[in-house]
């Protein structure tokens, strides 16, 4: 009878060889995954850096909020539009009372859903608060530092705000 040859050795031999190299491959692809952590959280921080460097200011913001609201006024036909700049008078309620008109309830409502489009579109901030779509005779959009009011022309006239706020710098667009 032949003797069998044991081969159990070798195996374990090259057994212990692929470990060793499986291992040290594992140690390369984690220093690679802590070399992009480290690097991925310099440039988070690089970028908080700049951030802070250049950040837009509050009054920036009002600004743009306000050129977003007037071209979504705009777009829809809106008319009469008064721009109510009220930093300069104490105690106000906010930094710019928008006021515009339409001829019907349809029109208000589609410019009150125009505003709201242009205004998420190009700030991405959405109203505070929202009033009057059920009447659409006056609608009254807030946005904390920008007040939007879309009349009908006999509610704007009789309510008259731009005489309350007669304090404030007015700037009229698409005036009749």
Known sequence: MAKKKDTSAPQKMVTKKVVKKATSTKRVADTKKKTAIKKAAKNATAAKTAAKKKPITKKETAQLLADAI?????????????????KSIQNRVCDYFIICQADSNTQVNAIAGSVEEMVKKATGERPYRKEGFQNAEW?????????VHIFQSQIRNYYNLESLWADAEVKEI???
């Open 139 to 147: 609608i009254l959009i807030d946005y904390v530092t920008v007040v």
């Open 174 to 176: 698409g005036f009749e």
């Open 70 to 86: 007037v071209h979504g006024i705009l777009e829809v036909k809106g008319r009469n539009i008064s721009i109510l700049n009220l």
